[in-house]
Each structure stands twice: as C-alpha cells, then as structure tokens.
C-alpha cells in the first residue's frame, strides 16, 4: 500500500486474512512493518469497501449494475465521444493506488496508446515533479548518489522520511533502524524543516526556517562553499558548466541576508555548509514533498541538488553498485554526466498553463481547466484508476466543478470516495492480496538494493461480489472498442481473458529475469553479481552539468531583487501563518481513511500548531478554527504541536467530503486543497501550484 513495500506474512483462515506480521526473513525490511500496512484484516473485510459495480442513476443516487452493461454502455460513450472529438478528449488517471499494481500501470500506457489518446494524468506532477524540471535543466549524474548505508552526511530538505518511508533509494522500509545504523557508523546529518520532525530528532544540525525559502537556504549554502573554494574543484572541471556564473548568482545571498529571509541563524548556516562540504567528500541531498510544495520550488530543486554538483557527491569509478533491478534491462553505469535535456523547451505549452507535457504526463494542475476549456483538446470523459482526485488535486471547487461537467467519469475504487461519488460508473477492484502482482518500478530501483518478489494472490475476492482487477476494465473497453492492444512489446489477443500472472510474465520483457525465476523463490529476489557491479569510466560523450541556466539565473535575481517582507505588527497579523504540509503516519493519501481500525485513531485531520502560538491567539487545543487563504476557507480542530516552527501551522491533505461542511468535520476531516488556487500561484514549466508555504489566518470558530 506504500512504496516501502514492506515484506509481510499473512495468515489465511478459510479465504479469510485472519493475521499480518512482517516477514522477518525479507532481506529489505526485515521483520519492519507499520501500522498502516497491518491493517490489511479491516482493509479487505471490513464493512467499508464497496463490492459491487455501481451506475449513477437519473436522481444521482449510486444503483448496482451488472458489470458487463456498465462496460457495454461507457464503451458506447466513449466510442461516440471519440468519434466527435478526437481520442485526446477520452483521459485517464492514474493515482497513488495504481502505482502499487504493476499489471495496472502497464495496461494504463497500453490502453491510452491503442485509443491514440495522449491524455495521461497522474500524481507525479502535483507531488515532487520539481525533481523532473531539475533533472532536466541541471542534469543528473549516471551512477547516481551515494547511498545512506555510504555516505558521511546527509542533507534533508523538506523531507520526513522516518514518516513517509519515501526518500527513494535512500531510506524506505525500515527508516528509522537504518538511520540509526547509519548514525551509529559516523553519518553526520543536517535536516531543513519548519517542523521539527521526527527524522530532525536525530539532525546534528537542525535549521527551522520559515517554509519557502527552501531557495535562498541552497543558495546561501552554495555562497558560503564556492566563496571559501571547498567545492571539487577538479570534478567541477571535468563534469561541470558554469560554475563562475552560480557564483555571481548566489552572491546576493550571504549568511546574513539568508537568515534574515529565511529566520535562521546565521552562524547555524555556516556550520551546515562547513559538515556539508568541508567534513566529507562523500555526502548526498535528499528533498521531498515540502520543497517541492512550495513556491519558487523548481528554483529551490535545482539549487538542492546544485550542493551535491559542485561538492561532487557521487559515485565515482570504481565504486560498487547496489544490486541490479531485476526487473530492469542491464546497464552498465558511468561516472559521468547525462546531460540535461530541457524536453520542455521543444514542447508546444499547454492550452492553460506550463507546458503540453512532461516525460509523457500532461500536468495535473491542469486537468480541471482542460476539462472546463472548450476548444479542441477538451476532455470529456475520465477514467480515475487509483486516485482521489476531487480531494487530492489542487483547487478543489475548480476539480468538483471539472468532474460534474464531464460527460463520462469513470472510477475504479474499493470505496465510495469523493471522486467516486461523482462518477456516472464505479467498479470495485480487487485489493492488494487478492491479485497477482510485483513491486513498484519506475526505471530506476527505489530501493537502497534492488529486489523482487512474487506476490501471489493469497486469497480470492469476497464471495458473490462483482470486484474484478484494475486491468480487466481496460480490457474489456479495449475489447468492446475493437482496439489493436499491445502488452510487453507484442500485440495482445482480446479474445481470451489473460490471467494476471500472463500479463506479469509478458511485462517483464525488458527484465533480466523470467516470471517463473522470481516465482522459484517464494521470498525476495536478487539479482546478485559476483563480484558486484562496478562504477564504470565516465564516457567520452558524456554530458555536463549546468548549474547556471540563464532562467534558474534571471529567477535567482528577481528574489535577489526582492526585499524581503516586514514583519508585520497588527493584530490581523497576530493570527497569521504559513500553512505547511505533512503525511499522517496512519494513511497513505486517503488510502486507510475508510479502515475502521485506522478511522478510529484517526477520524479527521487537525490543525497543527506551535503551543506559543495558541497562548498568543488565546486558542486551546481541541478548539475549532477557521482557516482562511486568500482562495478559500476550511474549518479544523486544533492539535497542539511543539515540534512546530512558532508562526507555522500543519495540516495532512485529501481528506473532506465535496461538500466540506462544518458540521460533518469529525467524520471526515477538512480538505486543504480548497485554500489552493491552481490559476493563480504556479511555478513556470510543470504548473506546480502552491501547496505548502500559504499564506492563511486561524481564528477561533
Ligand atoms: N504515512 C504516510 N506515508 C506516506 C504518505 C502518507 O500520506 N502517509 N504519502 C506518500 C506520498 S504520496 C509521498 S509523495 C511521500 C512524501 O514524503 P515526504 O516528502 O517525506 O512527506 P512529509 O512527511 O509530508 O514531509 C514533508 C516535510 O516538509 C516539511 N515542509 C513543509 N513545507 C516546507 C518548506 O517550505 N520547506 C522545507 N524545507 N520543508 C517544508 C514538512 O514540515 C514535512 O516535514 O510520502 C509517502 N508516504
Ligand atoms: N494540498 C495537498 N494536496 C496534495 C498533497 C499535499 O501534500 N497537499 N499531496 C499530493 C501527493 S504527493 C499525492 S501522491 C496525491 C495523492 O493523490 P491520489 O492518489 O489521488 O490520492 P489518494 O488519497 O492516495 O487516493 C487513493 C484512492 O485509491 C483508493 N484505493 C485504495 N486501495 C485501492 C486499490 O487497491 N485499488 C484501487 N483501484 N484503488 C484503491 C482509495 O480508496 C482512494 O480513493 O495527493 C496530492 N495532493
Ligand atoms: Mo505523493
């Protein structure tokens, strides 16, 4: 249910989970699992979960329908909808759930090809998609950064990985025992966070800044390495464009002027780019949801990963790899450079804003307006496999409004969600131990050692329930449409029903191991070397780094040029804060909301805020709020939190129902992305909204 995918054993009574442990003989996690994921018993049996396919009906109340009429009637919608408008008007989504079901992230890709529909939307470009533009524009080094298990220091911006068990490739399973392992052997850690989270309690440096100046901190630290020469100098002339002119760039910023903008200390900043640069050669940055939420986050990713460039924070030849991905084609991996490509910059832009597309997505921000804009490109019909977008995209009146003027919205959901409630369809697919499947791969392994294991389906979906895999309902659209299908590189007949274990075997066509291999060994598999992989020479038409493109150099002047706000002193002032984002241990998204054993520790998301905060407005904790941003307003409980910068309030996303009503709170929390305006603060190439860092006053209800 994460991207942890945490090793588990289940005990099954008569087609019923009946226990959940971790496995401790998986070679990643060990034994570790948390509490979200051993909710698995309530997850698949609880009352909750929807088991029937739904239709709309004329006075909008939800009916069960057969589900081969359902498939029959959008097939027909659909089929008119293309003929009128073109297949970019038929969409799909792909959301947090999907990306954890290997045969429905393929099939997506594959059904979306066979319709010549290039309208694919998914949570990466609303999530830290800010990493995408970096690559892009800086470049990215082939063998890719040390590892935490190999590095003497790490730097985390805006990232909680203790928590979120997603620093991919760095801390997953298990974070916190490894962190400590780690710490145990010498790693010196330097954490950037307005919270002071549960990863910073083990930070030998902790910096609390005010949210947003994720930029000017990377810049500052840039200023202090380059100005006293403790970069690598000799990497950098090997591997690197523009040094000289990142100096000048970062100049304006100096310790003084940094902690003045970003309300740290000054003397903290210099001893953070002292453990950064001058205590190690061998160090890597992680960034996560919290810089890439808010605003001026390109600028503040390129900047990140701009300290790893000129310190030269890589693996170099030589070194050893971790264990191939045995689920990706063989590489050989170099010590130099693939240049960036700034994909955008040949692209047309989008009709609304940022660009037509990135690596293949069109940008989520934008999915409301693509929906509501008529002109040609204008979707029409959704398909939303996965996700809770009424909840989980920003500006949510915009994205309610977008989903009620489609003409077909299709969901593919275990529960009656937001989004689901809207649809004219929704199935019910089959949950995570009933089906076939693989972990998550996404190119590059997410894991700090590439593994994988077979899944298989350890029980079978409730009985006289119509819940079918993700897959089959694009399949059988496929089927009704007539649509040539490919799979795995091969075309796939649509006149016999694969099983899902067929559909994993044709997709592991690029993978240096056959289905049956992986399934020969019932735990996790390697693909050990022996002796392991090297890192490999850099190659003669390696690329090189640009730390200086002319528009991360025009954007870092304008915040040079700006002053930074006066402290404000009214009393309107007294109440006002920035809003910052933060995972709740016990959900993913809004996956476990509906769990009763996790609903029951977690019934709604409050508000949190610093004590000193609370005696100043004379609020206790337990009292409601209203939350006001320029665009909207919410209401929540508060929760008191120390570890909360003074002036910083925190509040966990995707929870609300569309009407967000007051009165039903308790039951069902308030949805942040109705303080969030997509049409107004944005950042250039990818859209991102503001996410994190608004600007909102709190005031007693
Ligand atoms: N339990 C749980 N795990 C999850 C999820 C979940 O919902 N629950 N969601 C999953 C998903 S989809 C994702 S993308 C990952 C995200 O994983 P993370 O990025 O690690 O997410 P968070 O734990 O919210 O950490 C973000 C941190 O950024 C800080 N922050 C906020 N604004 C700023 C800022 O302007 N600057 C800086 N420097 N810091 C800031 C917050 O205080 C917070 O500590 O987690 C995944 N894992
Ligand atoms: N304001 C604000 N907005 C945010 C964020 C934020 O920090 N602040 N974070 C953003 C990020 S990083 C992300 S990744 C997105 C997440 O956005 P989404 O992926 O849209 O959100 P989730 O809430 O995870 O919704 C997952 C849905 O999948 C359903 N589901 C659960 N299990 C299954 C299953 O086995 N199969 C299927 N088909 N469905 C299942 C759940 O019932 C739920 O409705 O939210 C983004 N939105
Ligand atoms: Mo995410």
């Not at 999915?367 to 204008?378: F, K, M, N, S, V």
């Not at 694969?498 to 598999?525: D, H, N, Y």
């Not at 002796?531 to 020479?537: K, N």
């Amino acid at each position: 249910m994460c991207i942890a995918a945490c090793g588990v054993v289940l005990t099954v009574d008569q087609g019923r989970i009946i226990g959940i442990r971790g496995d401790r003989d998986h070679p990643i996690s060990k034994g570790y699992a948390c509490f979200k994921g051993l909710q698995a018993v309530d997850a698949h049996h609880g009352a909750s979960r929807q088991l029937h396919t739904l239709q709309r009906a004329a006075d909008g109340a939800m009916q069960r329908v057969g589900t081969d009429a359902a498939l029959d009637d959008i097939a027909a919608r659909l089929a008119a909808i293309i003929a009128r408008d073109g297949p970019d008007a038929v969409a799909l989504f792909r959301g947090t759930a999907a990306f954890h079901n290997s045969t429905a992230f393929r099939m997506h890709g594959e059904f979306l090809r066979a319709l010549g529909s290039s309208s694919l939307y998914t949570t990466l470009t609303i999530d830290q998609s800010a990493k995408y533009i970096a690559a892009g524009r800086l470049g990215s080094w082939h063998a890719g950064q040390v590892h935490v298990d190999d590095t003497e220091v790490l730097l985390v911006f805006g990232c909680n990985p203790l928590v979120s068990h997603s620093a991919g490739g760095m801390l997953v399973s298990d974070p916190t025992r490894r962190l400590k392992a780690a710490r145990a052997r010498g790693l010196k850690i330097i954490v950037v966070d307005p919270r002071q989270t549960e990863t910073a309690h083990h930070a030998d440096i902790f910096l609390q800044p005010l949210p947003g100046q994720d930029h000017v901190i990377a810049a500052g630290l840039l200023r202090l390495i380059l100005e006293s020469s403790r970069h690598d100098a000799a990497f950098c002339a090997q591997h690197v464009e523009g040094v000289e002119a990142l100096r000048r760039a970062v100049d304006p910023f100096t310790p003084e002027e940094v902690a003045k903008r970003a309300g740290i200390d000054a003397g903290a900043l210099r001893a953070a780019a002292d453990m950064f640069a001058l205590a190690s050669r061998r160090g890597a940055v992680i960034t996560g949801t919290g810089t890439s939420m808010a605003p001026r986050s390109n600028l503040a990713e390129h900047l990140i990963q701009c300290l790893d460039v000129v310190c030269g924070h890589f693996k170099r030849a030589g070194e050893p790899m971790p264990h191939h991905d045995p689920l990706q084609p063989p590489v050989t991996w170099h010590a130099d450079v693939v240049a960036p490509t700034r994909p955008w910059d040949k692209l047309p832009p989008s009709r609304i804003c940022g660009v037509g597309h990135l690596y293949g997505e069109k940008l989520t921000a934008t999915l409301a307006d693509e929906i509501l804009t008529p002109g040609p490109g204008q979707i029409k019909a959704l398909i939303v496999d996965g996700a809770n977008i009424a909840n989980s995209v920003p500006d949510k009146a915009r994205m309610l409004a977008a989903l009620r003027s489609l003409e077909l919205l299709v969901v593919i959901d275990p529960h009656l969600s937001t989004t689901a409630e809207e649809a004219h369809y929704v199935f019910s697919p089959k949950l995570q131990y009933e089906r076939d499947d693989l972990p998550l791969t996404l190119g590059k392994s997410l894991y700090p050692d590439a593994w994988t294991q077979f899944a298989p389906a350890a029980i079978a979906p409730p009985a006289g329930s119509d819940v079918i895999d993700d897959w089959q309902v694009f399949f059988a659209l496929a089927r009704r449409l007539g649509l040539k299908m490919q799979y795995g590189g091969q075309p796939l007949a649509l006149d016999r029903l694969p099983s899902s274990e067929e559909l994993l075997a044709l997709g592991l066509e690029k993978a240096t191991v056959t289905l049956e291999a992986i399934k020969q060994s019932p735990g996790a598999v390697w693909d050990r070397r022996d002796p392991p992989a090297t890192v490999q020479p850099a190659r003669p038409q390696a690329g090189r780094f640009a730390v200086a493109p002319p528009d991360v150099v025009a954007e870092l002047a304008e915040v040079a040029a700006q002053s930074p706000p006066e402290p404000a002193t009214d009393d309107m002032a007294k109440a006002a804060f920035h809003l910052i984002v933060r995972r709740m241990r016990d959900v993913n998204g809004s996956i476990g909301m509906e769990t009763e054993s996790i609903r029951q520790r977690n019934p709604y998301n409050p508000l949190h805020m610093n004590p000193a905060d609370l005696v100043r407005l004379g609020l206790a904790a337990g009292q409601r709020v209203h939350i006001r941003a320029q665009y909207g307003e919410i209401v929540a409980i508060v929760k008191l939190d120390a570890t909360l910068r003074g002036g910083v309030v925190s509040m966990s996303h995707n929870w609300g129902r569309a009407d967000n009503e007051p009165a039903s709170y308790e039951r069902h929390g308030a949805s942040t992305n109705l303080l969030v305006r997509n049409d107004r603060v944005f950042e250039s190439i990818n859209a991102m909204p503001r996410m994190s860092a608004i600007p909102v006053t709190t005031q007693a209800f």
